[in-house]
């Protein structure tokens, strides 16, 4: 049976990338019955932060990634990972390392300076106890690396990533990388390859940027004589410029577009498109189908763009498939926010609303006038008004008209317009948008004459009264 992860290091909130990840490791897993495993890589005492983990599991239960396991905290694991360590030490496999990072820097620059690439110069593999112990005495603390087995430069160390193809690197480029740092904590590349392991992982699905990674953990692996796993590396994220994605293309944190009014289902659709192709001219999909096609063969090698558009429109149109109550539900803790009151035809207003909505924002803020007085005018409706002054004082005429209209609707509503204008001597298509923005605050929203039906008319007399009074 198939095992995959995701991995996530909480050292910030999950953004779009590691939701993409998440993403596929989920689809593929569910796709063909497998197990979906979360853990925490939170071994870096400095950068990692509960709050960020919290974070991320919040914004994975948002999303509908549901793990099968975990989550596994990495920092819960460190008796292991001594063990494993132990183990490498007691077998010549590993061994520590007194230099400080000054000293590493400082040869670093050397071999810059002489043009060379630089390595690791294996010194300290050959230290003998009693130069340790001096070593120690001096109060050094040592980190431990992993000796590589290069008897052979030219060996190569390959595998065949599942979206990438055929990857391979000479050992000689390689160094004995670092596998716990001086402070005692595991490296990333140490730990992940004795958690996949433990955790049988079947197949590490990850953002192309570790693939400079890969190789190392291949040589984990034999060494400690474990099964190495499938590989598949997924393209990069990039913003519209073409460049990497990054808070300059706006939000990345995937709370950001929960806050922006972004359905969670839109957002599974949308980052299920970021770099792989399901059916041909079809953009709109529910995470039960992505499930059904989901195939890895169907990933791009090249980069996906995040185009916002797109998101946009996918959101739109998982706006429409809501029922009522459903969006209802969405809307509630964006109109507490607000502090709005639903009104009692809230269906009506918001089959309204929906017509032009991108976002569950969308409602709040170009619909705010069916749920509070103190609606906000934008600009192009405060240009429009000024322009349109000399119309304000027959606001109140209109007033009287609807006060004494025997019946509340569109088609009443669109005559006592049409007779105000006719006796006021004023174009229909200059008056009705003044009275439009005398109670709504706006140059654009639904059909005027159903927006107005949709709202109490004693509401509209008092909004036009207001208006009229206050030339
Ligand atoms: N903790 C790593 C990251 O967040 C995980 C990489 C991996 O999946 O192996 O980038």
Not at 104 to 127: F, H, I, S, V, W
Not at 164 to 179: A, R, V
Not at 409 to 415: L, P
Not at 449 to 464: I, Q, S
Request: net charge negative.
């Amino acid at each position: 049976m198939e095992r995959l992860r995701f991995a996530p290091s909480p050292t910030g909130y999950l953004h779009v990338g590691g939701a993409r990840t998440a993403l596929f490791n989920y689809l593929y897993a569910k796709k063909v019955g497998g197990t979906f495993i979360l853990r925490i890589e939170d071994t870096d005492p400095e950068r990692s932060k509960p709050e960020y983990s919290e974070q991320i599991l919040r914004s994975m239960k948002w999303l509908g990634l549901h793990w099968d396991e975990g989550p596994y905290y990495q920092s819960k694991r460190m008796e292991r990972y001594r063990e494993v360590v132990g183990y490498l030490l007691d077998n010549g496999l590993a061994y520590e390392c007194f230099c400080t990072p000054e000293e590493l820097e400082a040869r670093r620059k050397e071999a810059q300076k002489q043009g060379k690439p630089y390595k690791y110069d294996r010194r300290c593999l050959y230290l003998s106890e009693e130069e340790k112990e001096k070593l120690r005495a001096e109060g050094r603390k040592p980190a431990i690396r992993i000796k590589l087995p290069d008897e052979n430069p030219d060996r190569e160390i390959k595998w065949h990533d599942l979206v990438k193809g055929d990857i391979s690197i000479k050992i000689s480029e390689l160094d004995d990388f670092i596998i716990v740092r001086s402070d005692g904590t595991p490296t990333y590349n140490f730990a992940v390859v004795v958690d996949d392991h433990d955790m049988g992982v079947t197949l590490v699905m990850r953002g192309e940027d570790h693939i400079s990674n890969t190789p190392k953990q291949i040589i984990l692996y034999e060494i400690l004589g474990w099964d190495v796993p499938k590989f598949a590396h997924i393209p990069m994220i990039l913003g519209e410029d073409k460049t990497k994605l990054s808070k300059r293309h706006g939000a990345v944190s995937v709370e950001e577009y929960k806050k922006q009014g972004y359905l969670a289902k839109a957002m599974f659709n949308f980052l299920a498109l970021l770099g792989a192709s399901y059916e041909e001219n079809r953009e709109v999909y529910e995470p039960e189908e992505l499930i059904q096609l989901f195939d890895i063969n169907k990933i791009t090698s090249h980069p996906a763009v995040f185009d916002h558009d797109k998101l946009r429109h996918i959101n739109r149109e998982h706006l429409k498939r809501l029922s009522l109550e459903e969006l209802k539900r969405e809307l509630e803790p964006f109109m507490e926010e607000k502090g709005y009151q639903w009104p009692d035809n809230w269906e009506v207003v918001l089959e309204l609303l929906r017509e032009r909505a991108y976002t569950l924002l969308d409602f709040v803020d170009k619909g705010d006038f069916f749920f509070t007085d103190d609606f906000q005018w934008d600009e192009k409706a405060q240009k429009q008004w000024e322009k349109g002054k000399d119309m304000v004082p027959a606001l109140a005429d209109l007033a009287d008209a609807f006060e004494a209209l025997p019946q509340w609707n569109a088609e009443n509503i669109e005559q006592a317009m049409r007779d105000v204008a006719a006796k006021k001597d004023f174009k229909p298509r200059k008056f009705f948008p003044i009275v439009r923005i005398a109670v709504s605050g706006k140059t654009v929203g639904p059909s005027l004459f159903h927006m107005l039906e949709a709202m109490p008319k004693d509401t509209v007399v008092r909004r036009l009264r207001k208006a009229a009074s206050q030339v």
